[in-house]
């Protein structure tokens, strides 16, 4: 199924496209799917990392205190210390996409 790059595939279109390579029906694929995501998020949320072959990894970090600029009084706030989701691609989906 090819999409444009301008617009992502939805969650419909990635469910029957799913079932279509499980040989699958459609509601079987979608709770793979909710599955999986809980999965991830659960994982991830708690400080740890889910690897998914051929298309990366999927990590929590933490981030120190921070000194940040407003934009539009341009005042020197302290930003809180807070976790940020960090995605780091595969070499295989860089090696697919750059082919």
Known sequence: MAQAAS???TK???VAT???EMGSDKKTANAAL???SAIVSKTVAEGGAVTLPGIGKV???ARPERQVRN???QEMMTKPADK???VTIA???KDSVNA
């Open 91 to 93: 070499k295989a989906l």
């Open 34 to 36: 909710d599955a999986l």
């Open 12 to 14: 419909t279109q990635l």
């Open 84 to 86: 940020v989701v960090k």
């Open 59 to 61: 990590a929590c970090r």
């Open 7 to 9: 617009k992502p595939m």
């Open 18 to 20: 799913l079932a279509e």
């Open 71 to 73: 934009p539009q009084t």
